[in-house]
């Protein structure tokens, strides 16, 4: 069998396994008898439009230990890039050229690791091969910490997220429950659209600590006078209130709840906050109580030393599955999830055509919510629960987690 | 010989590894031929005062298992206090009752376990003690993540502080580094007068990655004018800046550097922010590069999963050192850690008289810190790099790290 090469990248926002899949990608090429060498394109599909393409299979004979340390690595090994591809029937040039490199490079799969916005150029790429007749297989492998893609259970990234969030609230927790005195801490997790990481907060209820105590998605409108309420409830029974909020929270005109212009800070310039700040100031001017806000940042997409170990082994999964369906001649789909069972957790891995996910969102659905819209309900729980389990095995060095050196990205274009 | 019991309370801000102390303090009176039970007040000060008082050898006792879970517990098992002790020539009546509440336990030592303002606790009940002539022991065991203790060669809780940041930096830079634009990373660090714990940011950096590119630190004047010419002279060699700042830097007349009134939050009421977010919007107003803030949030004094096991051991050698002390009759002190080589690492355990220790605060040397004010030296490292080594094994159950129950703290007053 005359062997092709493939080439795969990555797109989107970080998470703590999108190079777990990549690294999928390479095992699953190199026990391949289709393919010879994969290629990373750098700052996704930017690495191929700008000749920048890295030699995968090299870095991993290099040094075999290279697989295990990129799975265990957070955010992008081959970069990002927010690009989006223009429609092929208004200019094709980029689309022209991309293809020209596969022959070039004799490619005979190309999998992007990605969220909604890569799912997008997917489609776009997997009809233009078909417009052209080209047989190079298109496969997306989803990745995303909003948990917002169609048709897969979940997504590879949101599980190792949703441990953040679920033990950082944990610790909060901790932290918040050792003074006598009324307290209000507000957290806010990532999640302009969907709630899915939000609230995962609740995971780190348990016989102790009934924290979070409220919780708030962008799937239900939100209401400050009702907010209020709750809280003034809830400092009736308990001392220290935590609350989960997504950062997308609204009101019923669709306005997102956040702190807007500044005009007096040190130097006299404007500024931003986000929901939590701006429930902060709500609280501190209508209940008489300490109040803090507290913004989960970025770590919660890339804190890798604390990943879900069911999140990275299917993430790697997925990415064997692509390499694996491409194969078979599979095209323009996208790899998924299914779960086959909860109790004991078991999933399939499958595909879907990728026109019926790229540009659709998976909101939580409004029956996993409580009523009053403050809380998520067990068919939550129970959903969230077994994708959080299991530990990594993270090396150490000088005190720190061994991550992939990148120092590829750090270069000056 | 007979035995006395003894009494320990924490108080100030939460670390990671106040309960390693409090650990070592009940495995010191469980090996004692001195002491017979180990009572824990609750809120600090204030459970002797208000008969909140838990008998922590019945806890070991009923599950030994329970020792290894309160070394590794964030924040205060025993919960905490802001209560500053009046001075008791103007008002004894609290350290009256304080001192009959020992004789009716029959307390032969008081451990109070805590930083600055807790060390002044202890100076004061040591020379009330004096002035009544009581033979009871009062010891402090120091712990802040700030490092501001004086003699000590530094505290238990900072090293734990110090592996989160510099982790955290680290996972930040990988973040950072996938997108090939220009950009600019701000991260707040606690400390409001003393920069340990932002220097500590220095130690993320190895072979493939120099961020943090500049640190702040309130040791040194903060100059704006000169900080956005650091900025351009980084940005003009990378793409990808990421800075450190502690919360407290402040301009040469003293004035911190923060985001002031805000005016228009979509409740229309006011709020502050910190240094972070106000340095986000003077580069933002000033450079035409992508520019956040993210601050370091409450996990890095109570990320407990992320301890440095260097530290968890120390803290857990100084609460029973501190018993040990006590059994020679040594009171009015507080332990300390001398740090004895620092190639291989090696500390001594001791102590110092409190009276030459409360209500003082240590600095970062000027001479760690380079001449520009925006980075450490070499020297700083050397100091900082031992302190983080070394990772607990932290049991996890439904995904989540395991923490002593801490109901007692969340019931109602």
């Known amino acids: 069998m ?72 957070p955010a992008m090994y081959l970069g990002s890039c927010r690009f989006k591809l223009p429609d092929f029937m208004d200019d094709d040039s980029s689309y022209n050229y991309i293809f020209k490199q596969f022959e070039k490079l004799n490619i005979g799969a190309f999998f992007y690791i990605g969220g909604n916005d890569s799912m997008d150029t997917v489609l776009k790429l997997s009809n233009y091969a078909k417009r052209i007749g080209s047989d ?12 917002d893609l169609m048709v897969t259970d979940h997504t590879p990234g949101f599980g190792s997220a949703a441990k953040y969030v679920a033990s950082s609230l944990l610790e909060i ?27 995962a907060a609740a995971l780190a209820r348990n016989q102790y600590s009934d924290a979070p105590h409220l919780i708030y ?43 807007g212009e500044s005009q007096e800070d040190s130097f006299g310039h404007s500024q931003l906050s986000g929901a939590g700040k701006a429930l902060e100031y709500l609280i ?14 970025v770590l919660q997409r890339c804190a890798a030393h604390l990943s879900s170990k069911t999140d990275l082994d299917e993430a790697f999964a997925l990415g064997e599955k692509a390499v694996a369906l491409s194969e078979d001649g599979v095209t323009a789909s996208m790899v998924t999830l299914e779960r086959t069972s909860n109790s004991p957790y078991t999933v399939a891995y499958g595909s879907a055509e990728i026109k019926n996910i790229a540009n659709e969102a998976k909101s939580v659905p409004r029956e ?30 000088n005190g720190l987690p061994v991550y992939m050196d990148v120092s590829h990205l750090t270069a000056i274009e």
Chains 1, 2 share one sequence.
């Open 284 to 297: 501190k001017d209508n209940i008489n109580v300490k109040v803090r806000s507290v913004e989960i940042n």
């Open 173 to 199: 927790a901790h932290d918040t429950f050792i003074y006598a005195v009324k307290s209000v801490t507000i957290v806010e997790i990532m999640g302009r659209d969907a709630g899915w990481l939000t609230a």
């Open 368 to 397: 996993w919510i409580n009523e009053a819209g403050n809380d998520v309900l067990p068919a939550m729980l129970e959903y969230l629960a077994p994708l959080i389990l299991g530990e990594p095995d993270i090396t150490y060095q």
């Open 217 to 259: 998605l962008p799937e239900t409108d939100f209401d400050k006078d009702r907010f209020l309420t709750d809280v003034k409830e809830c400092l009736r029974v308990r001392n220290n209130i935590i609350i989960a909020i997504s950062e997308g929270i609204h009101d019923a005109a669709g306005n997102y709840i956040n702190a």
């Open 2 to 73: 005359n062997k092709k090469n493939c080439m795969v990248a990555q797109s989107g926002g970080p998470t703590a396994t999108i190079n777990a899949s990549l690294a999928g990608v390479i095992s699953g090429t190199m026990h391949s008898q289709a393919y010879d060498t994969v290629y990373g394109s750098v700052n996704g599909i930017l690495g191929i439009l700008h000749d920048n393409i890295l030699n995968l299979s090299d870095l991993i004979e290099k040094d075999p230990s290279n697989l295990e340390t990129l799975k265990h690595s």
């Open 136 to 147: 190079i297989c298109i496969i997306g492998i989803p990745k995303t910490i909003d948990n």
